[in-house]
């Protein structure tokens, strides 16, 4: 599957799966933990077999020890049981101990592999999933899938063990007697199948209505200024309290699902087992079996019996399971758009950083009727500085995804050094360039860590030699931690100038080919203006540059200016050629620097 469609991704939830299948996507999680694996079957077994001997010995007591009339041989049956149950002790905290472990492992490979993949994917999927959905499923549902390994899994392998072996005990204890309690398993297994299917869709249904009100919940706490600005608490806080009611409804239905469920399992049971019991008494009576194997035939059937209601009850927590796993396995099976090819070209040395764009055509997949960018065709020489300028919605953006290669273009090819993008891995290809943007996002760690971002390998002197390029040092070192300072979601908030600093910074350290510039529309005070302009001359120099233009400083600088509209090349000339030729940039240029001149003005 590539880039899921929200649409197909929602029709997929909504069919109802009827297995545990999903769950042998787990299998090769398993397989590399074999030792521990086989270490807790190993135990499972031992403590099943230990159990199942225990009714033996009970009936030994009985008719042996008790008959006899000898106390010595009473207290040799006692030590010996003393012995089964310390043995018995053992195997089962042996058996937790590796269960769990095996769980909480497989989880935590399990939520890494699913986090790397997501990096990995291409900006189509995230331009229609919901993040808070899946967060959701990066937590919750891995959750579900441990208790699934944690515990189910051996519950569900112990008590089947236990069901088996009690049930040849039970025969061999009472072959007459063991006909009645079996005859009721089929009366009890077929609708535990049916009622774990119902819970399966159910516990699915609950999820997703979750992963819903999550994806609400990250979308609103994201923006909470505008939400505030807006007054919407409320609002918001009634869509998210019907939304989780929801959410409880449908888990509501899963949990009577399985209460029916373990009530009539628990029923069926017990009937049998009185049944058995008023038969045995009578066979006592009639001396056909003695006191001591009716015991031991009683025992065997609570066990047997217990094993069966655990079964069903593990079943339907399996099945939840099962749903999560199918949910992540969706997630997995996406493929992203964007892949190096089998054998990625090796990018010649020269000519460092030619741009082409040769009869580009590309529409977005979400606006796959509304193309973006059309036949456009632009050739960019080392070195160059290209100002693109052009109305809101021309495009201007969408280039630099294509040449960061976010998306591939519908037709046309996009060259860099030559060579077609296509043919390089993206990761290469993205080394090649340094993207200072709009709004730059600065990441919940310290302010040295954030302008490492661009070469996390840098070391602490690079890292300050590329703020001072930037023009960050004075405002760094000022600040209580100097370089160490947190910031972002868990320190201090940096203002408007000075990320774009740490961004310049950061391009600093990536010291790449070619330079991709995203001007700030948002004006900053004349002193940070400065001070970002003259980061970015330097930063300018011996690049290959295509800057987004605002301001009129940047298009006067530019070697050249294209200027777009509604996806294709309007005019591309310098600033004198296009204000005399009157047309787009011209109007352009009217509104937009003539605003600027006043304000300098001013
Ligand atoms: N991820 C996306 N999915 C769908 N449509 C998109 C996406 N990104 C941009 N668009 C659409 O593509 C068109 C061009 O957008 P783009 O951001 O390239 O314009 P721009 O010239 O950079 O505009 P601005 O100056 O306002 O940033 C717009 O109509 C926009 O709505």
New binding site residues.
Partial sequence: MADAPASQTQQDRKSVRRSLKPLTRLIPYLRKHKGMAIGALVALFSAAVITLILPNAVRRMIDFGFGADDPALVNSYFAVLVGVVCALATASAVRYFLVMWIGERVVAELRSDVFAHLTQLS?TFY?TAKSGEILSRLTADTTQIKSAFGASASQAMRNFIMFAGASVMMVVTSPRLSVIVLAAIPVILVPILGFGRQVRKRSRFAQDTLADASAYAGEMLGSVKTLQAFTHESRSANRYGSAVEAAFQAARKAIMARAALTGFAIMVIGASIVAVLWIGASDVFSGRITGGELSQFLLYSILAAGSLATLSEVWGELSQAAGAAERLSELLDIESEISAPAKPAILPAEPRGSISFDDVSFA????EH?P?VKDLSLNIAPGETVAVV??????????F?LLMRFYDPATGIIRLNGVDLKQLDPKGLRKQIALVP?DTAVFGASIAENIAYGRPDASREEVIAAAKAALADPFIAAMSDGYDTLVGERGVTLSGGQRQRIAIARAVLKDAPVLLLDEA?SALDAESERLVQKALDQLMKGRTTLV?AHRLATVLKADRIVV?DE?RIAETGTHADLSAAGGLYAKLARLQFDAERQAEAV
């Fill in positions: 900006p331009d977005y997949r979400n606006a509304m973006v052009g109305p809101s919605g021309a495009g201007k953006s969408t280039l995804n709009q529309t987004i777009m996806g």
